[in-house]
């Protein structure tokens, strides 16, 4: 399984940016792709999830509110919508991918298959 993350950029204080993310032959079993960010000198933190099967969101309580996953499934892909962008979202987000059953563990980097690479968000203040 391959992740390819884009979209990002540098933007206004207040702005909205659309991250997609290309999966590549996602599994019909039990599947996650998450969003991890990571700001500068600080770990990797998790965003959202949303599972492939039925599209159930989780969100961390940072972003509740102003971030939105969704996918599509023919086309393979996952969205991470950000509105009202603040500076504090500035980071490199990473798109992730999990097998099975995650609802204790989406936070955790290690429970994560694969990776795509990085796209980083500047938000200027």
């Known amino acids: 399984v391959q992740l390819q993350a884009s979209g990002g950029g540098s933007v206004q204080s207040g702005a909205s940016l659309r991250l997609p993310c290309a999966v590549s032959?996602?599994?019909?079993?039990?599947?996650?792709v998450s969003w991890f960010r990571q700001a500068p000198g600080k770990e990797r933190e998790f965003v959202a999830t949303?599972?492939?099967?039925?599209?159930?969101?989780v969100y961390a309580d940072s972003v509740k509110g102003r971030f939105t996953m969704s996918r599509d499934i023919p086309k393979k892909m996952v969205y991470l919508e950000m509105n009202n962008l603040k500076a504090e979202d500035t980071a490199v987000y990473y798109c992730?991918?999990?097998?099975?059953?995650?609802?204790?563990?989406?936070?955790?980097?290690?429970?994560?298959?694969?990776w795509g690479q990085g796209t980083l968000v500047t938000v200027s203040s």
């Open positions: 949303i599972k492939w099967s039925g599209g159930a969101q």
């Open positions: 992730a991918a999990a097998y099975g059953a995650i609802s204790t563990t989406r936070t955790r980097t290690g429970v994560y298959n694969y």
């Open positions: 032959e996602p599994p019909l079993h039990s599947y996650h």
